[in-house]
């Protein structure tokens, strides 16, 4: 009995994750696509490249979490965040074709980045 629970358990937890995964990126790919439009010097090209970067950013935001506890958002740790935010944006052009940011545009890009990111609704931690 107590190993049908466990499994039912564990089923449940794999999909609640996936779950997340999910609303992440959509999460991504929506706020990643305002920034965008509201940010002078950054660019999408296509629905595909915004895909592609909302998964990037998703992996290389989890990755920093990951091995350093920092939040890469602007309104997550303070300055270190929106630092690492600006920083993600930036680098994400090297990984995806049809992305293009500048410096400048990385650091206006954070801190709209953090300013639609808090006002959505939903908790996006993992």
């Given at each position: 009995?107590?190993?049908?629970?466990?499994?039912?358990?564990?089923?449940?937890?794999?999909?609640?994750?996936?779950?997340?995964i999910?609303?992440?990126l959509?999460?991504?790919?929506?706020?990643?696509?305002?920034?965008a439009?509201f940010?002078?010097?950054?660019?999408?090209?296509?629905?595909?490249?915004?895909?592609?970067?909302?998964?990037?950013?998703?992996?290389?935001?989890?990755?920093?979490?990951?091995?350093?506890?920092?939040?890469?958002?602007?309104?997550?740790?303070?300055?270190?965040?929106?630092?690492?935010a600006?920083?993600?944006?930036?680098?994400?052009?090297?990984?995806?074709a049809?992305y293009?940011?500048?410096?400048?545009?990385?650091?206006?890009?954070?801190?709209?980045?953090?300013?639609?990111?808090?006002?959505?609704?939903?908790?996006?931690?993992?």
């Amino acid at each position: 009995m107590d190993n049908d629970n466990s499994n039912t358990q564990t089923k449940n937890n794999v999909g609640s994750t996936v779950g997340q995964i999910v609303g992440r990126l959509i999460a991504a790919a929506v706020v990643l696509a305002i920034t965008a439009f509201f940010t002078p010097g950054f660019t999408i090209s296509n629905i595909w490249a915004l895909a592609l970067a909302a998964v990037v950013l998703t992996v290389m935001d989890y990755l920093i979490i990951r091995f350093t506890n920092l939040h890469a958002s602007p309104f997550g740790k303070g300055f270190v965040g929106f630092v690492l935010a600006a920083a993600v944006l930036y680098l994400t052009q090297y990984f995806v074709a049809g992305y293009s940011i500048s410096w400048i545009a990385a650091i206006i890009g954070a801190l709209v980045y953090g300013v639609v990111d808090y006002f959505l609704p939903g908790n996006q931690t993992m």
